[in-house]
């Protein structure tokens, strides 16, 4: 927790107060950090007496167990109800899997029968092109094609249709969840204050923590992987809907009352459709979180490029693992362009064309497709490349990947292996060392005491009952290990980030740049690089460290780059006026009025590197991630769910500090944003 | 205007924003502004008592953040009173239940809102039909009656536009077409014209009062400007702090202003603009007179034809009959504001 | 190969035909039999072996990926029905408990013995004269060491989670190595090709039949042979005070699966039980299919077409 604290506590200090009050405030930081680097020299730590460790993982293992085994709904049983939920999810993942990749089939194993081709991979390519430059322009749908054309000659056509299929079902289904649940807060606030925890849990637990429920709920298979993929990616969904139907102008609704709407019809005719841009910013943000899970989904039978790079990686094929997550990057960045336009086109709505004539000329794109389709379905039924992208005509690069990893391997691999060394030694170690000293007492008066700095008495006892919480589930050593692997990282990830932020905001073109990197970070699974990371570093902290850093980066690059260029003009204007020199109004002006987007951004990013924990594991450290890790291999669920709630602790701890942090810092310079 | 039939009332109405609402009022207390400031509480509302007469245009006025919209939208109960009584046609619609509203406000009641309030997804057409779409009017029928009202308001060749495609004055025609589509008989403006330039502005106003014209609805309209609410009103009532100043005419409020407060507003009104021959005529008939005009006639509108002739005007009630007249030294002195009365 | 080729043309004709239903040999149960995929090549060779011959049998036979442990909430309830590859030695837990429960039951070893042991490249037999001799290590710990473990040497462990008590070990013969845990085996194996690469000291787990043993020239390290006792009974071996102070266990690895498939199929069950294969047979399969980039049905076809007697035993009546 200090780790997080000292971020949200010192930063706006430095920025804003006045010089007394900051004077002030680092006095009283500096002596709480002297006070215990004190206490971890001379008192250590302490041990955790037995009767505050109840054994909360038997409970949740003896519950669970329970609701698996014994639940009963009255006419049938809670895991029947499950079975049949996966019953009506597996219908139109079947149906769209066979469009995409198994063609209607009859009979089954080795005596199957093809009826009906897949759709034929020019034809996808068509329909997604058409859809781009539908969307937008003829560039997009460019793009988008090139994307989808990767996939095919880079010869992960059929595994990207299967990912592409779970993520047509997951998707819808986790948009009209959030919308569901995100009405029903708009209409009971009760209801809302329920779920906000649960949102907090479902995007802190690591999916890890919950897999093993999940398959005896919803059986093993697709289903169960794309079960877990729409909790994962869910909620933002939610907190997006939450959002906008609050923020639709009062005057509409008012209207929907005045017009006479029933209050279905408000939700249906007026709220949502004015909501819908918002909307659309949410259902890209569920197409994107179901992206990051492919890989965990595919570990239990999700199968697509998932598998592929995790089959790579087992065979230590590192080209193999690149060409395939790459491959889940084009589809992501695909999607995340395509969703992305969808949505802008919805805000600004079309002239009305109405052009007149026969149903093809009015739906120009649908008839196209739809020509294309046919076309290639009966061509690929002469012509086989046509039907599916030819073997031979495959590209790969895996040997440049595996030769480049081997050349630097050979060539680098001593100086690479002194800096890690001496940052071992120099800073990890010594905070690692620290704050395992650290007695727990302090630790839990330290994060309360940051609370009711910054948020009062109810945020005081959050964090007091978070941190006691962390403290009940026996791990303390491991969750001072996550705070002690994830503060360095996010530290580092904002040394790192913010100057690229900054550098992306002040120059077009290496914003672009910046961007691009950016993104194939964030969609690149962290599994692909994790291998030549641990060949160049061997396994360890460091190792770990790397991959945290490489995916939380993005947020911090994102929302320093967005606060300053959403610093107003006349500011800016201003400071010019005034004489300031470009550095001066970079310095005095817009860093101190971004400081509150810029500390969202550290917040995302500690929420990222929290969600890498899992990941980390595979390198070996010694954190909650690995205690989730282990409890999945055990199939220990208690002791999984536990050691996951450990973790949302942590994140919810560091979470709620910076947004009143944030908070703060926004109300003292006047700036409007919804705050949570 | 006394002798108009009463088509809404509201009756001791209050709206009190903060923890406790009701508790400052039990007991039928009636806490006075400093009390109710000092509990932490806002009077949106204070003892608001009005009446509106059928056909009348009944014009809200007063700074922002006075109460206006909070009162309007207890009349139409969007806001749920603290207490006191709106009648509507004599019944009290705090008592009527859920469905009940739904449907006086289907078919009875229409509103125009500041901001145009038009969904974005809709064209002109569908935003105008969209009251009579949930009402569950058949398609053609309502766009048959949509297509009117668009006329009406000066559209026409507009209707498969979108909201964004139009500028501010045409959004709030738009608006003003869809609060008629339902031919209600009341007739609710919450600032209307207050989001637009000031040349638009002049425009809608004649525009509004051509449509009034027309369809001779009951009207309530809210402004903070005064020289709309003169221009506008039958009658006008004045708000400050939640409470009702001052209801009365504009020549009322012009010449006898209840306070300083409601002079500070007439002060540069000029008097032309408000005074009726009623009141600066001399009573009885002249001996010889170079033609009738009624009595409401404003002097503003009349000046020209008074001072251009060497006779005075009779003047004449509603039903035609003389009840006095009026020369050009009488309307000099309204015009370079001599003390009349 | 003449059988496969004749079932499929009888089930061909009895499409053409419009005969519905099972075209083959008459099996108890038409349902799928659903088969785990695991993410090692090992394991889809067993598999897929298994299930080709099921299929010459007659059943309709689905392969499901699924996580190695993750996998027994399915076997328990029978959503799932046969695990072709169980390690003794690092899927025992999840093992006794699953059939502890009587839903899952041990269809027997696969034939194949899992080794697990220390291990290191030919290479450094040079830099460590002595070597594959366990008493060789101290002299060359410092060959073995990295900055971060120096002046100890370094032993890169599995996975905690495999077990596989090499603390214990090392405190029982009084070995001067720290010993470090690689989170999977991918890591493992990275810093394997990457010590390789560069021809660099490494000293670590390694376990067989996997790919490894033949892309790597190496040697298993010679500790005291395993006994039951040596991991009970202090007295036993060179330190009389500790346990562990001798080789890891070697053992089987098992098939598992369902209980119910004994009753559904019996005819596959047994012969699901009675599959077997050699470790050189398979690191064979394995190296043509993760070192020569075969593909991983013709690998299994020829192998099928060279032991057909072998697999028609399997399932012969
Ligand atoms: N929902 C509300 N909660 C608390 N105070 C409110 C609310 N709505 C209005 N008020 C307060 O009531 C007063 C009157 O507001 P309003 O009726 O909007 O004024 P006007 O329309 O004249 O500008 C204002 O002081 C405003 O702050
Ligand atoms: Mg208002």
Redesign the pocket.
């Known amino acids: 927790m200090r780790a997080g604290e000292g971020i949200a506590g010192a930063v706006p200090r430095a920025g804003l107060r006045g010089s007394g009050a900051w004077q002030r405030g680092a006095w009283l930081w500096g002596g709480i950090v002297a006070a215990s680097l004190a206490l971890a020299a001379w008192v250590g730590p302490v041990p955790v007496p037995k009767a505050l460790t109840p054994d909360m993982a038997g409970w949740v293992s003896a519950a669970l167990r329970w609701l698996v085994e014994r639940a009963d709904l009255g006419l049938f049983s809670f895991k029947e109800l499950t079975r049949a939920i996966a019953a009506v999810i597996e219908w139109p993942y079947s149906l769209v899997r066979a469009a995409l990749v198994d063609g209607w089939v009859e009979g089954r194993g080795s005596r199957a029968r093809t009826i009906l081709q897949p759709l034929s991979w020019i034809a996808v390519i068509a329909i997604v092109a058409a859809m781009g430059a539908y969307a937008r322009s003829w560039r997009l749908g460019a793009f988008v094609g090139a994307c989808f054309l990767y996939l095919a000659v880079f010869g992960r056509w059929e595994s990207a249709m299967v990912t592409l299929a779970s993520i047509l079902i997951a998707v819808p289904i986790g948009v009209a969840g959030g919308l569901g649940l995100s009405i029903a807060a708009w209409l009971w606030p009760r209801f809302e204050r329920a779920l906000a925890p649960i949102l907090d849990l479902m995007q802190t637990v690591p999916i890890f923590a919950y897999l093993v429920p999940i398959l005896f709920l919803f059986g093993f298979g697709p289903v169960a992987a794309l079960i877990a993929t729409v909790i994962y990616a869910m909620p933002p969904m939610v907190r997006v809907t939450t959002l906008a139907l609050k923020s639709v102008p009062p005057e509409l609704g008012e209207f929907a009352t005045m017009a006479g709407c029933t209050t279905a019809q408000r939700i249906r005719k007026v709220l949502l459709p004015a909501a819908l841009p918002d909307l659309m910013v949410g259902v890209n943000q569920v197409i994107m979180l179901s992206l990051n899970m492919v890989i965990i989904a595919s570990m239990i039978g999700a199968g697509g490029l998932g598998f592929d790079v995790l089959n790579a990686l087992r065979r230590l094929d590192i080209g193999a693992g690149i060409e395939a997550g790459l491959a889940i990057t084009a589809l992501a960045i695909a999607l995340d362009r395509l969703s992305q336009a969808y949505a802008a086109r919805t805000a600004d709505v079309p002239m009305s064309a109405g052009a007149s004539g026969g149903w093809p000329r009015r739906h120009p794109w649908l008839s196209t497709v739809a020509l294309v389709i046919l076309g290639t379905a009966l061509m690929g039924l002469v012509l086989p490349p046509v039907a599916s992208y030819p073997a031979e005509a495959v590209i790969t690069t895996k040997a440049f990947w595996g030769d480049l990893v081997k050349a630097i391997n050979i060539r680098y691999f001593d100086d690479l292996e002194a800096i890690k060394t001496a940052f071992l030694t120099f800073v990890m170690l010594p905070v690692k060392r620290f704050l395992l000293a650290l007695p727990w007492p302090w630790v839990l008066a330290v994060a309360a005491f940051a609370g009711w700095r910054l948020g009062g008495a109810p945020l005081a006892a959050t964090g007091a009952a978070l941190g006691a919480f962390v403290l009940a589930t026996g791990l303390w050593e491991q969750a001072m290990t996550t705070v002690y692997l994830c503060g360095v990282a996010v530290v580092i990830a904002a040394f790192i980030g913010i100057p690229l932020g900054i550098l992306a905001a002040a120059n077009d073109t290496a914003g672009r740049v910046i961007g691009g990197i950016i993104d194939t970070l964030q969609t690149l699974p962290s599994f692909v690089y994790l291998i030549p990371v641990v060949m160049l570093f061997r396994v360890g902290d460091f190792a770990a460290l790397i991959a945290v850093v490489l995916f939380a980066l993005a947020p911090a690059v994102r929302y320093t780059a967005h606060g300053l260029r959403s610093v107003p003009p006349e500011m800016i204007e201003a400071g010019i006026v005034c004489g300031c020199t470009p550095r001066q109004v970079l310095t005095r002006i817009r860093l101190p009025l971004a400081l509150p987007e810029i500390l969202l951004g550290l917040n995302q990013t500690i929420m990222l590197a929290l969600s890498m924990l899992v990941i980390t594991a595979l390198v070996g450290t010694r954190d909650l991630g690995q205690e989730v890790y282990i409890a999945l291999t055990r199939a220990d669920t208690g002791a999984g769910v536990i050691a996951g709630l450990g973790v949302a602790a942590i994140a919810i701890i560091a979470d709620r500090l910076i947004a009143a942090g944030a908070a703060h810092a926004r109300a003292r310079l006047g700036l409007q944003r919804g705050t949570p | 205007m006394q002798h108009r039939p009463v088509k809404l009332a509201c009756r001791g109405v209050w709206k009190i924003?903060g923890p406790d609402p009701a508790r400052l009022l039990a007991g039928g207390a009636r806490p006075d502004l400093a009390t109710i400031r000092a509990s932490h509480h806002?009077g949106?509302v204070r003892d608001a008592t009005l009446d509106v007469g059928e056909g009348e245009i009944f014009v809200i006025m007063?700074?922002?953040?006075?109460?206006?919209?909070?009162?309007v939208r207890c009349l139409s109960r969007l806001v749920e009173p603290t207490a006191g009584e709106i009648l509507f046609d004599g019944r009290d619609l705090l008592k009527a239940s859920r469905a009940e509203m739904i449907a006086i406000r289907r078919h009875k009641m229409g509103m125009v809102f500041q901001h145009f309030a038009l969904l974005p997804h809709l064209t002109v057409l569908e935003n105008v039909a969209f009251p009579l779409e949930v009402q569950g009017v058949a398609r053609p029928t309502r766009e048959a009656r949509a297509r009117e009202v668009i006329a009406l308001v000066g559209l026409e060749g507009r209707e498969g536009h979108y909201p964004r495609q139009l500028s501010g004055g045409q959004q709030q025609r738009v608006g003003i077409a869809r609060s008629l589509a339902v031919e209600p008989e009341l007739w609710f403006l919450d600032e209307p014209f207050s989001a637009l330039d000031p040349l638009i502005r002049r425009e809608m106003q004649d525009e509004f009062l051509r449509v009034q014209r027309l369809l001779k609805k009951t009207i309530v309209f809210?402004t903070?400007d005064f020289d709309e609410a003169i221009r506008l009103a039958d009658r006008i009532a004045i708000?400050k702090d939640?409470a009702l100043i001052q209801i009365a005419t504009p020549e009322e409020l012009v010449l006898s202003p209840a306070d300083d407060y409601v002079a500070d507003f007439t002060r540069h009104v000029a008097r032309a603009k408000v005074v009726t021959l009623g009141r600066i005529m001399t009573p009885g008939p002249a001996a010889e007179v170079a033609g009738a005009l009624p009595a409401h006639a404003r002097v503003e509108a009349v000046a020209d034809r008074i001072e251009g002739s060497p006779l005075p005007h009779a003047v004449i009630d509603e039903a035609g009959r003389v009840i006095g007249h009026v020369g050009a030294r009488a309307v000099i002195d309204v015009l370079i504001g001599r003390r009349i009365g | 190969m003449t059988t496969k080729a004749l079932l499929s043309s009888a089930a061909a004709l009895a499409l053409a035909l419009g005969l519905a239903g099972p075209a083959a040999a008459q099996v108890e149960s038409d349902d799928p039999i659903r088969l785990t995929l695991h993410d090692w090549t090992g394991q889809l060779v067993t598999t897929n072996l298994m299930a080709r011959v099921l299929e010459e049998a007659g059943y309709t036979v689905e392969l499901v990926q699924a996580d190695y442990i993750a996998q027994f909430a399915g076997l328990k309830t029978g959503d799932l029905h046969v695990a072709m590859e169980m390690w003794e030695t690092t899927g025992r837990q999840a093992m006794d408990e699953a059939t502890a429960t009587g839903q899952v039951v041990n269809f027997g070893p696969t034939g194949m013995e899992a080794v697990e042991e220390w291990w290191y490249p030919s290479y450094m037999k040079e830099k460590c004269l002595g070597l594959p001799d366990w008493k060789a290590l101290n002299d060359c710990a410092e060959a073995f060491a990295t900055a971060e473990t120096a002046p100890k040497g370094r032993y890169l462990g599995a996975p905690v989670t495999w077990g596989g008590f090499d603390e214990e070990r090392v405190e029982a013969l009084g070995l001067n190595y720290e010993v470090i845990h690689a989170g999977t085996d991918a890591a493992l194996f990275a810093e394997l090709e990457s010590a390789y690469q560069r021809q660099a000291p490494i000293l670590m787990w390694v376990y067989a039949p996997h790919w490894s043993q033949t892309k790597y020239e190496g040697e298993w390290i010679e500790f005291p042979p395993y006994e039951a006792a040596c991991y009970e009974d202090p007295a036993w071996g060179i330190n009389p005070n500790k346990t562990h102070d001798c080789a890891k266990p070697r053992g089987p690895i098992w098939k598992v699966g369902w209980a119910g498939v004994a009753n559904k199929w019996p005819g596959a069950a047994k012969a699901i039980g009675a599959f077997t294969i050699s470790n050189a047979e398979m690191d064979r399969m394995i190296a043509r299919i993760d070192l020569d980039g075969e593909q991983l049905d013709a690998v299994i076809a020829d192998w099928m077409a060279q032991n057909e007697a072998v697999w028609q035993g399997w399932i012969a009546k």
Do not use: D, F
Request: proline share 0%.
């Open positions: 924003y806002v949106a007063g700074l922002s953040g006075s109460g206006k919209s909070t009162l809210i903070h708000m939640g």
